[in-house]
């Protein structure tokens, strides 16, 4: 069973530019949240999808957005990318009901 | 708001020494606790939680009590082993619309030598 998988596993960008990354989620989990973690932090809350819907929103501004798709995979969208964007990006699973949080191994992403 | 406060890193310490990494909380209401683990190149792991007062999780040698009175949480295991490596994540988690949304600290690295 193949848990939470991301890709890319590394993207290089400049400022300016959009950016897509993709996850999908443990078998049979239909909730998809995505983190950004920055080096030397933790974790930051950008959203959480459920059927294919935005459930809850972090404090991250429009230019973050994302979708989910029937099959529960999910797509992180950044735009105008800047500096401070730079910072390993993290998808994570569960079932709606709750439980548990899988988490990717990440995107790490880099914008020069 | 919500905030997680973990000792600063890194901890260094010698394989079968004792571990403790601190944590305390800020939180309105009563969240539940949760210690992740993160490997080199991996993604977060959940090690142990606790959802209640006094409750202790345990898991793989580690643990750590829920300490209303003190707002703590603090993570300990009695003997280290070098693949203990790792950063280690406190964090509270809060409902919000019907979902659990973590908060999480900004992470201690543990580094055991042999």
């Known amino acids: 069973d193949a848990g939470v998988t991301q890709s890319p596993t590394h993207l290089i960008k400049t400022r300016g530019q959009q950016v897509t990354l993709r996850c999908s989620p443990k078998s049979g989990h239909d909730t998809v949240s995505w983190y950004q973690q920055a080096l030397g932090q933790g974790p930051q809350f950008i959203f959480q999808?459920?059927?294919?819907?935005?459930?809850q929103r972090g404090n991250f501004p429009d230019r973050f957005s994302g979708h989910q798709y029937p099959n529960y995979s999910s797509e992180l969208n950044v735009n105008a990318l800047l500096l401070g964007d730079s910072a390993l990006y993290l998808c994570?699973?569960?079932?709606?009901?709750?439980?548990?949080?899988?988490f990717g191994s990440g995107t790490q992403l880099s914008v020069l | 708001g919500n905030s997680v406060t973990q000792m600063e890193g890194p901890v260094t310490l010698s394989e079968e020494a004792f571990l403790t990494i601190n944590c305390t909380y800020t939180?309105?209401?009563?969240?539940?606790l949760f210690w992740y683990v993160q490997y080199p190149g991996e993604g977060l792991q959940l090690l142990l939680k606790?959802?209640?007062?006094?409750d202790k999780g345990s898991n793989k040698g580690f643990e750590a009590t829920y300490r209303k009175e003190t707002t703590s949480f603090h993570l300990e295991k009695g003997s280290v082993q070098v693949s203990d490596s790792a950063v280690y994540f406190c964090a509270l988690s809060r409902v919000s619309g019907g979902s659990y949304i973590p908060t999480f600290g900004r992470g201690t690295s543990l580094i055991v030598h042999p």
């Open positions: 994570a699973s569960s079932l709606s009901s709750g439980g548990k949080l899988f």
């Open positions: 999808y459920y059927e294919e819907e935005e459930r």
């Open positions: 606790a959802t209640k007062a006094d």
């Open positions: 939180a309105t209401g009563y969240p539940s």
